[in-house]
Structure formats: structure tokens, C-alpha cells
């Protein structure tokens, strides 16, 4: 069984480039729409780790308003090697965000955490652990 994250965004192919950029990520299964633009892109991140962007227009579209991060939350776990992975996703995301919940700290937990809502509406829970 595995477990594959759908995130729905308005401007799929802009998005992909930029969370190219946040995570170092590679393609994995991409998807394109007649006119030569992204449709459905699998983002591989690390070790098995991949999500999916989807355009929220067109034949996948999802009506209604954009979800600002109250229901769900991509949580990426970074091993304590891969610090300066994370602050540099943290520093790149933080730049446009709507919201930031949690600045980059130290909690009982771990050693780095942090939560904010992305340029897209999508939250995120950058850790070490």
C-alpha cells in the first residue's frame, strides 16, 4: 500500500517550477495537456518521498474556494543530515507565504520545525525527525 498526495493549485505549470526549486525535486510520472502545459506532475523529493500537482482547472478541476491549509497539511520529515535542505525549502517557501504559523525553531519535539500556508494555499510542516 502506499500512500500518494494530490495537491490541486491554479497555475500547475508555474508551480512545478517553483517547488522544483523548493525541494531539489526530479519528475517522476507527468502528465500533459494538448496545449504542451502540465496536467498531472509526480514530484519526487526523496527516498520514495513524491507528491503530485494537479491543475485545479480543466479536466481535474475541483470547484469552490482555494483551501488555505485548515484541513490538511503536507508534512516533510528531513533526516538531521539534511538540515540545510530544509532551511533552504523553509527560506524559499517563507518568502511568498500567505501565512506563517511557526517560524523556523527548536521544539521539544526536534531540533527544527516550522509551519506556514505556501503562495498556493498549501500548508506545510517542514522537521527533523
Known amino acids: 500500500m502506499k500512500l500518494q498526495m494530490f495537491t490541486y493549485v491554479d497555475g500547475i505549470d508555474e508551480a512545478v517550477a517553483y517547488y522544483q526549486k523548493v525541494f531539489d525535486a526530479t519528475f517522476g510520472e507527468t502528465f500533459m495537456r494538448k496545449d504542451g ?3 498531472l506532475v509526480e514530484l519526487r523529493l526523496s527516498r ?3 507528491f503530485w500537482l494537479a491543475e485545479r482547472k480543466g479536466d481535474s478541476a475541483i470547484e469552490g474556494p ?3 491549509g485548515n484541513i490538511m497539511q ?3 520529515r528531513y533526516d ?3 538540515v540545510a535542505k530544509l532551511e533552504k525549502a523553509y527560506k524559499m517557501l517563507k518568502a511568498d507565504a500567505l501565512e506563517v504559523k ?5 521544539a521539544a519535539w526536534t531540533s527544527h520545525t516550522c509551519d506556514l500556508i505556501d503562495k498556493y ?9
Not at 511557526?102 to 527548536?106: A, F, I, P, Q, T
Not at 494555499?121 to 525527525?129: I, S
Open 66 to 68: 482555494v483551501n488555505t
Open 102 to 106: 511557526w517560524e523556523l525553531m527548536k
Open 48 to 50: 520514495g518521498v513524491s
Open 74 to 76: 503536507m508534512c516533510i
Open 37 to 39: 502545459g502540465y496536467e
Open 80 to 82: 538531521k543530515s539534511d
Open 121 to 129: 494555499g498549501l500548508r506545510w510542516c517542514l522537521m527533523v525527525g
